[in-house]
């Protein structure tokens, strides 16, 4: 079949915030210039929101600078924050820092506890509103070029392809959109990010970036538990003092409560499993009062961005540009990105307008890094860059430098730190000790499968593993031999499985791909870099609902 083809003069790839705030800005600036201007978002998801995961407290600023009447039309920001806290844990207790020593980043006065994955679907409604076409359940699996090398578009993937990769009856091919402009909005490690970082060496002199793992849970807690707008974080237990990490807890809605933790995936550990260190969290004695006796209602997970300013990519490139996680534009320090992700999109789409009115097409929309080099994020950022580098020389020393850079220095220690990549952290299994992880109990902690089931997560089974293997005899040759597969641990939906003959010999790696809730972990941390992550049909995956 041949492809059919649509024109527009921007498509973005992605409906987080990034995108749709990016798709409402260009309807916005374009009604009031009384032009047309043309906007495609597509969505991996199969509706928008059902991918997004984020704790989430929410910082307004940029939800307000792009729909300013936000709360007359019923943004569901509806939980104000109410009470910080932060903790140290030990392993029976802990300690609280007083808010007057915290810095200003740990601070959330006047933002508010959110659901991301609901904002997103109400900006979805305001973006079809102003006119965007967004159809969901297309994902992005190939950029297009024209013969001057700028990016013409992408291609949707194709759908009712057999596990052979040959054609099904159900077989549909891709559809190509073209756009004099696009917006890549994927996320934390996009697909089609990764191959655009390549090609146009986008990365030549920034740091590497890195990463953490975010696994969350939504309880409904009984209702005498319940602080409505409390803000919790915690660091220490049950990670050492060596491994970055910490934990969230919001309590938001009707007697909900966002409980997740996040650990650096520069940890060096292969033993080291992100999902069992959650569960374990949940068992403190300062967090499990708050879960006794609730339900959880959903589990997922994520990878994040956290290099921070240091390791932004170049921004455009002929006929595009990254925005939001795609380009990581998360404020580790301040564990928010839903803001800076909104202001990122709005920057983009303000230059791609006015190249639009001046008759531009396919060139580098260079206003988009001017206009972030002199904005209020750019500054945020700045603010934070060491924070990452910081932390990630352990806990205790991490924390103090950290405090003086924020404290005394104000965020402008005249240093930047370095980073180097996660996957070269891991250190090989003769070198450490395996964790002696507890059984989950069933009230608080839990196995993956019954986690992954929470995620409402579908893969259509006859189609190409998503899941790919440069070179399939590195998993036993290298992973197992060397780091006794630690993608059975990092990986937190039960995907990689070494399975063996009864008597133990012939392993082999099991790809348990429907289980895959598209975190992109994997991709990440392999400390061999042999897995890669594509899209799998469109609209697969998680289904997250109030995540």
């Not at 790839?13 to 705030?21: I, K």
């Not at 006047?110 to 006119?131: D, K, M, P």
């Not at 396919?362 to 206003?367: I, K, R, V």
């Not at 993608?487 to 995907?495: F, H, K, L």
């Amino acid at each position: 079949m041949q492809r059919e083809s649509m024109e527009f003069d921007v498509v973005i790839v992605g409906g987080g915030p990034a995108g749709l705030a990016a798709a409402i800005r260009l309807k916005q600036l374009a009604a009031r210039a009384g032009r047309e201007v043309s906007v495609c978002l597509i969505e991996k998801g199969a509706e928008i929101g059902a991918h997004i995961l984020s704790g989430a407290v929410m910082d307004p600023r940029a939800l307000t600078e792009l729909i300013p009447d936000w709360a007359a039309r019923g943004a569901p920001l509806d939980t104000p924050v109410s009470e910080d806290r932060f903790l140290f844990l030990t392993e029976s207790g802990g300690y609280r820092v007083p808010n007057a020593l915290l810095p200003g980043c740990f601070l959330n006065h006047g933002n508010y506890v959110v659901s991301l994955g609901n904002v997103c679907r109400w900006l979805g409604r305001e973006a079809e509103a102003l006119g965007v076409e967004i159809y969901p359940g297309f994902a992005g699996a190939e950029v297009l070029y024209h013969e001057d090398g700028s990016v013409k578009g992408v291609v949707t993937g194709e759908l009712g392809v057999g596990r052979d990769g040959q054609p099904t009856a159900a077989y549909q091919p891709g559809m190509e959109l073209h756009a004099r402009y696009t917006l890549f909005a994927e996320g934390c490690r996009g697909h089609l990010g990764k191959q655009l970082e390549a090609r146009f060496h986008l990365r030549n002199g920034a740091d590497p970036q890195v990463y953490g793992i975010g696994l969350k849970e939504l309880w409904e807690i009984r209702p005498e538990r319940h602080r409505p707008g409390l803000v919790m974080h915690s660091v220490g237990w049950p990670l050492d003092a060596h491994t970055y990490g910490g934990s969230f807890l919001y309590h938001f809605g009707d007697n909900l409560v966002s409980i997740g933790f996040v650990v650096g995936l520069n940890y060096s550990n292969p033993y080291l499993s992100p999902y069992e260190e959650f569960q374990r969290y949940k068992t403190h004695p300062l967090v499990r009062p708050f879960l006794e006796g609730g339900k959880r209602l959903g589990y997922g997970a994520r990878a994040i961005t956290a290099g921070g300013l240091q390791a932004l990519p170049k921004l455009v490139f002929p006929g595009g540009a990254l925005i939001g996680d795609d380009a990581g534009f998360l404020n580790a320090a301040r564990i928010k990105g839903s803001h800076a992700a909104l202001k990122s999109g709005m920057l983009a789409a303000e230059a791609a307008f006015d190249a639009l009115g001046a008759g531009r097409s396919g060139d580098e929309l260079t206003a988009y890094p001017q206009a972030f080099r002199a904005s209020w994020l750019y500054e945020e950022l700045y603010r934070a860059r060491n924070f990452k580098p910081w932390l990630g020389k352990g806990l205790y020393l991490g924390s103090v430098m950290f405090g003086v850079d924020q404290l005394l220095l104000r965020g402008r220690a005249p240093w930047t730190l370095r980073l180097t990549p996660d996957h070269t952290k891991l250190k090989k299994a003769a070198e450490c000790r395996p964790i002696d992880y507890p059984k989950p109990d069933g009230v608080v902690s839990f196995d993956r499968l019954s986690s992954v089931f929470l995620s409402n997560t579908n893969h259509e089974e006859n189609q190409p593993c998503h899941l790919q293997l440069k070179d399939p005899e590195v998993p036993i040759a290298l992973n197992l031999r060397l780091y006794d597969a630690p993608e059975q641990r990092y990986c937190p939906a039960g995907v990689y499985e070494i399975v063996r003959e009864p008597d133990g010999s012939s392993p082999r790696l099991q790809i348990n791909a429907q289980n895959c809730v598209h975190c992109k972990t994997c991709d990440i941390k392999d400390p061999t870099q042999n897995i890669v992550w594509v899209p799998p049909q469109g609209g697969e995956g998680p289904m997250y609902v109030n995540m």
